[in-house]
């Protein structure tokens, strides 16, 4: 490297990360490789940003080593093509073209690994970034939103699907949620409810909230039908020791309770819970047994 101000621009325009695995100064060592090698006492046409790409430690020895490949790289340059959003004119992980003609700028990394087979773009920091700086913003909105609706339910939606790249150290979304101190249940619950506005085409007006979207959604037809039922589960039964949500909201679930036997419980659960099935008025165990019923109301949800 000869240009100290070449390597700063280059760290700068790849977030100070490697553009390979994603590694930052906080895990390792960031360097700054020539693509096009400056040869024999340097070359000062190549030793440009452009010619430069950010890579940790063990990427960057990869590399000399020819364990892989920098085959391509270009972090962005004009082209003049057709793009369709599954043709193979472009292969950009960047945007979804649809039908559009003109020119636009492709960012492009190849990788070639030891057998110099591609890496999948998907497994290049270059290619998740964009999803990872998206998810970054989503959560920040997220830690400031005052009302659960419908643009908060897509900023959910849409980071699902980015949460691998925003926060590689969560297991699901609800682990990402949580992580952050998010309310996790129900902005889950938020998402869901826009999946579903796109599976049944019900229009989810911009401001409404989601409770209210519920309502529109069960006057269209598309409501959920799935059953609840209160059941009484006596102190050291087969089903003590399970976690399902406690409710005691009704003055009539109160009244329940309020004459239950010491060490008795009353759970709101759905039909799935434990293999149970509710049938006529009643609810069965898996063995095909009744189960002790105080107060069965099939509903829709809420």
């Not at 869901?192 to 989601?210: I, N």
């Not at 019923?293 to 509903?299: N, R, S, T």
Request: charged letters at 30%; one cysteine or more; hydrophobic letters at 35%.
């Amino acid at each position: 490297m000869r240009s100290q101000a070449v390597r700063e621009e280059a760290l700068r325009l790849d977030g100070r990360r490697c553009q390979i695995c994603g590694a930052t100064s906080d895990t390792g060592v960031i360097e700054v490789h020539h693509v096009e090698a400056l040869g024999m006492g340097g070359s000062d046409e190549r030793d440009t940003a452009e010619n430069c790409i950010t890579l940790c430690g063990a990427c960057h020895v990869k590399v000399e080593n020819g364990d892989l490949v920098i085959a391509e790289w270009d972090r962005g340059h004009v082209v003049d093509a057709a793009f369709t959003k599954d043709g193979e004119d472009v292969d950009s992980v960047f945007e979804e073209w649809d039908g559009f003609r003109g020119t636009a700028t492709i960012p492009t990394l190849e990788v070639l690994d030891v057998e110099r087979r591609k890496i999948p773009h998907d497994q290049l920091w270059f290619y998740r970034r964009k999803d990872a700086e998206e998810g970054e913003q989503i959560l920040s909105e997220l830690s400031r939103f005052t009302q659960l609706d419908k643009t908060i339910a897509e900023r959910v939606h849409r980071l699902g699907e980015v949460v691998k790249s925003a926060d590689p150290d969560a297991r699901s979304l609800r682990e990402c949620l949580a992580s952050h101190g998010l309310l996790a249940s129900q902005l889950l619950a938020a998402a869901r409810l826009y999946a579903k506005s796109l599976e049944t085409h019900v229009v989810w007006p911009d401001g409404m909230s989601v409770s209210d979207y519920r309502g529109l959604l069960r006057d269209s037809g598309h409501g959920s039908t799935r059953e609840y039922f209160y059941v009484m589960i006596p102190a050291r039964s087969w089903l003590t020791g399970a976690r399902p949500e406690v409710y005691y909201r009704t003055a009539h679930e109160q009244a329940l309770r309020d004459t239950m036997e010491m060490g008795a419980r009353l759970y709101k659960i759905g039909k799935t819970v434990w293999g149970l099935r509710a049938e006529g008025g009643e609810l069965y165990a898996p063995d095909g047994s009744t189960v002790d019923v105080i107060h069965f109301v099939p509903k829709e949800s809420k």
